[in-house]
């Protein structure tokens, strides 16, 4: 009798891989559940990629606002994207689209966690920073990025936003919490420049 599979793992019999493209990958795995019973549990294989919290002052912090076509709206979130390519550091990462999509450079980068933006369906890890110190030097999108509002909130107000849907991106959500939480003396660099990334 073959042992009992005591962590939860699927055992995958076979996989494939649906669709492809520059962005993203979906796969299909044929799998064994724990409980024996057999399934197929599509992935999504996508990057890890870089969010960053830019504070423009303490409790105030910039945002951009972007169209986003598979909900059909406009929404406001922090500035995020995936890397240019393999190999590119999560913070190279987060500078870029720091500048890209805010237009700021930052002088003190401090990391706040990881978050995982949806596992129970899609690979890839969120990156989370802070960005202090912030300089203006203008926006510089990428193609299909030219129309992306900024503009600056207290964090009241973004709790408000989110209240009012106007801001329900997940990980934008999530790290907003995890500011909140080092602005009130919790998080990894408690109200001061502390751990760099």
Do not use: K
Request: aromatic share 10%.
């Amino acid at each position: 009798m073959a042992e009992r599979n005591t962590d939860g793992a699927f055992d995958v019999l076979a996989t494939r891989q649906a669709y492809t493209s520059p962005y993203m990958r979906l796969r299909e795995d044929d799998v064994r559940f724990p409980d024996g019973s057999l399934g197929v549990w599509t992935v999504l294989e996508r990057s890890d990629f870089a969010l960053v919290v830019p504070e423009v002052a303490p409790g105030r912090l910039a945002m951009v606002n972007l169209y986003r076509h598979p909900a059909g709206r406009r929404f406001w979130e922090f500035p995020q994207g995936s890397a240019s390519g393999p190999g590119v550091p999560p913070e190279e990462t987060a500078a870029g689209e720091l500048r890209e999509e805010a237009g700021f450079t930052a002088g003190e980068w401090h990391r706040l966690g990881i978050l995982h933006e949806a596992y129970g369906y899609a690979t890839g890890v969120c990156h989370v920073f802070l960005a202090r110190s912030l300089t203006a030097v203008g926006r510089s999108p990428e193609p299909g990025e030219g129309d992306v509002w900024t503009g600056e909130f207290d964090t009241g107000e973004l709790w408000r936003m989110h209240d009012a849907g106007d801001l329900t991106d997940a990980v934008t959500v999530a790290a907003l919490g995890l500011y909140e939480r080092t602005r009130h003396g919790t998080g990894p660099c408690p109200g001061q420049p502390g751990g760099t990334a």
